[in-house]
């Protein structure tokens, strides 16, 4: 009987108890596998959470960085509008004095100033019909037969860069007539 091998009852009974060792052995690899899966789907749930945090921190850096610039624009507009109204005064002053080259040279600076700001989106803010307090300071009110909130004088011009307020234009408001009578 060549090619057959002949078991016996004890033989039987080792191979059973080694293929039921097998079958632990693989049971175990089994579940270890599932806790590496487990393991790595945590490690990936991390390292999406970390990418989007990431990201997350990416735009409000740019956010971050233009608004400092659009601050830092600002402080140094505030200050120029200061060398504006001198420029302005100047020129008041200057026309009155005919003749002058004076006047022509800081009409010159103050047109180049004043293009160099509204290049960087600085605009004059219209101080013309009814008091608006988000864009007016009313530095005074006085009797007048127009309606009650109309500016009737600009003391000074107020100016935006771009949607914010620089500073408010400074007006003078028209009251009520004392006693609903008439200014004369």
Do not use: C, W
């Not at 008041?92 to 022509?104: A, P």
């Not at 109309?150 to 011009?157: E, G, P, R």
Request: charged share 35%.
């Amino acid at each position: 009987m060549r090619g057959r091998s002949v078991t016996g009852p004890g033989q039987a009974a080792d191979l059973a108890a080694r293929v039921e060792e097998l079958e632990g052995e693989l049971q175990g690899a089994l579940r270890k596998l599932d806790e590496v899966e487990a393991e790595r789907q945590t490690f990936l749930g991390d390292l999406q959470r970390v990418a989007a945090e990431f990201d997350n921190f990416r735009k409000r850096s740019v956010r971050d960085r233009e608004a400092l610039v659009a601050r830092a624009t600002e402080q140094l507009v505030r200050e120029l509008l200061a060398v504006l109204d001198d420029l302005e005064r100047a020129l008041e002053h200057g026309e009155r004095h005919e003749g002058d080259k004076l006047v022509e040279g800081v009409a010159l600076v103050h047109r180049q100033l004043d293009a160099t700001l509204r290049k960087e989106g600085l605009s004059e803010i219209d101080a013309t019909g009814v008091f608006d307090p988000h864009v007016h300071e009313a530095l005074l009110s006085q009797p007048s037969e127009e309606d009650e909130g109309t500016i009737l004088q600009v003391v000074q011009k107020g100016y935006r860069l771009g949607d914010v307020v620089v500073r408010p234009a400074r007006v003078v408001v028209a009251a009520a007539p004392p006693d609903g009578g008439s200014v004369e």
